[in-house]
């Protein structure tokens, strides 16, 4: 009878024990991304499996980063039955390098040692090293604030940070300060100079129905720290032609991505949510959590902090330039496209630079004279910079290049850097433009064309018109315009001028168009542009003439 007692109770501790590992998923499995599509504005879509393992129904997935609320999904196949998927926060250990001798102590618990305590000196095994009461938290986790009743009070005794460590030597365990140890010795085998940092995460337990042998969970989400910044090189060396090089930096600040397939994103994507994070990323309280959700709620559709803007221009003897190949095919997205940067890997905290392609597209060059309106909304001539400090200089003359997009991919908004010959030009930024797009680039100012202008007034018909309580003049005013080009080439000038009233004559013809813009005002808008040719040391001129209505 007491035999079969004894049986009893050894089965009974054999199934609690069977049963509290069944209860307790195995460490964190980490997700294996596979996939990242990176955004400008400093987001990132993750893709990543985890594999059932086998035999179990139990699993724990560590996530590498926290989700943006809304974006995490976990997609399975029908065959595996799916109980619960919980999020819960746990301690994993991690190493870094010691960096102080109480550091290197804790490191080697376990191995003799000779320390050094100032004049005095023991020898024995380190037993023993305190750690702190609470664990130490990751940077990018912080603890969360504690649920609870709104007033709360803590009698306790702040906590003193850790300062012990036990040595076993010949005469008995002695404890030591380890901040007092000046120097030590191991007497044994090396040194271990690793030692252990403690982290807290955010994971989710998996409990299935049934075991799932090796059959795969796919998880994706949303995450800020990893980005991407485009830029170009624009060699125009070849006459008639600009060989167009591209390369971005892919920036991560997330987590570790090893073998990893990039893809890079070209567009402007609405989402309302990247900046609040997930519930289940354990990050914040309830509480906070309901608040980030009304900030979200109430923030512009326009908001820049989450959106990167992408300006869009649409349209009809030194160093050999790199020679990246040709651009490879990407994937349109309804209004995104995607482009394929191979895999990348990058731990956290690093840099990846990455080519993308190298095209020769057909390249003019321009040079451009854009001249300000003078009347504002409120109908005041400002004519004068003294009374318009914030006016830009209308004298400035700009050599550009208008480039036609043959590639067959978009090029994104990012800087565009322009050489010839191995020596750099200029740089600006080259704005977004679809295939078969142009855009102009600028290169820097063109010093060898002078320009200069001059508006009179010719007729004045003083209170013409009288409206809402104001009185109008109504002027003549008269523009002229002087080029000349001092190089020793021919040169393509386009001068635009923008300007408030009614367009009486121009002198040569310009092309003519009425700006919206203008409706609310009181006097409309409109646009004139000259295209001349201007041959080597010649000069042209050009007027206008315009009637407005200027408030007394």
Request: aromatic share 6%; proline share 6%.
């Amino acid at each position: 009878m007491k035999r079969t007692t004894h049986a009893l109770a050894a089965l009974a501790i054999i199934g609690l024990t069977l049963g509290a590992m069944a209860q307790n998923p195995s460490p964190a499995m980490p997700l294996d991304v596979e996939q990242v599509t990176l955004f400008k504005n400093g987001l990132g879509f993750f893709t990543g499996q985890v594999a059932c393992p086998q035999g179990q129904t139990q699993l724990r997935i560590a996530l590498p980063a926290a989700p943006a609320h809304g974006t995490l999904w976990i997609s399975y196949p029908a065959e595996i039955e799916m109980a619960s998927i919980v999020a819960k926060e746990v301690e994993s250990d991690q190493t870094q390098d010691a960096i102080t001798i109480p550091e290197l102590l804790q490191a080697n618990v376990g191995r003799s040692a000779r320390i050094a305590l100032g004049d005095r000196e023991i020898t024995g095994v380190i037993t023993y090293f305190a750690q702190n009461r609470q664990a130490g938290q990751d940077e990018l986790n912080p603890p969360r604030a504690s649920v609870g009743p709104g007033r709360s009070y803590d009698y306790r005794a702040p906590q003193q940070p850790a300062a012990l460590v036990t040595i076993q030597t010949e005469s008995g365990l002695m404890g030591v300060d380890p901040r007092a140890v000046t120097s030590v010795t191991f007497t044994g085998s090396s040194a271990e100079q690793k030692v252990p940092r403690p982290v807290r995460q955010a994971a989710l337990d998996v409990r299935l129905n049934r075991a799932a042998d090796g059959r795969k969970l796919a998880v994706t989400f949303l995450a800020k720290g990893v980005t991407w910044a485009p830029s170009y090189l624009v060699d125009i060396t070849e006459e008639g032609k600009a060989r167009i090089s591209a390369k971005a930096l892919v920036i991560n600040d997330a987590c570790e991505l090893k073998d990893v397939a990039a893809q890079l994103v070209t567009g402007v994507p609405h989402l309302q949510f990247a900046d609040i994070l997930s519930p289940i990323g354990l990050r914040e309280t309830l509480a906070q959590f309901l608040q980030s959700l009304n900030r979200g709620a109430e923030m512009p559709r326009g908001r820049a902090a989450a959106i990167v803007t992408q300006n869009v221009m649409y349209g009809g003897g030194g160093m050999a330039g790199p020679d990246y190949g040709s651009a490879e095919a990407g994937t349109v997205a309804e209004d995104l496209f995607l482009y394929p940067a191979g895999k990348i890997d990058l731990d956290r905290g690093q840099v990846a630079y990455v080519p993308l392609f190298t095209e020769s597209v057909p390249c003019e060059h321009i040079y451009q004279w854009d001249l300000p309106d003078y009347v504002d909304e409120a109908g005041r001539y400002l004519y004068s910079r003294d009374r318009d400090p914030q006016a830009e200089d209308e004298q400035e003359v700009w050599h550009n290049l208008r480039l036609t997009n043959t590639t067959t991919v978009p090029w994104t908004t990012a800087p565009g850097q322009t050489v010839k010959g191995g020596v750099i030009l200029g740089q600006d930024t080259l704005k977004y433009t679809p295939p078969r797009g142009t855009a102009i680039l600028r290169i820097t100012r063109a010093v060898g064309v002078k320009a200069e202008q001059i508006e009179m007034e010719t007729s004045r018909k003083r209170e013409a018109l009288r409206m809402y309580g104001d009185t109008f003049d109504q002027i003549t005013l008269r523009g002229d315009l002087s080029v000349l080009n001092t190089q020793n080439k021919a040169i393509t000038l386009e001068i635009t001028k923008t300007l408030s009233g009614e367009v009486q004559s121009t002198d040569p013809a310009a092309r003519q168009e009425k700006l919206a813009k203008g409706l609310g005002r009181m006097n409309g808008l409109s646009k004139l542009t000259w295209t001349i040719e201007l041959p080597p040391a010649t000069e042209k001129q050009i007027s206008y003439v315009y009637e407005v209505y200027v408030r007394r």
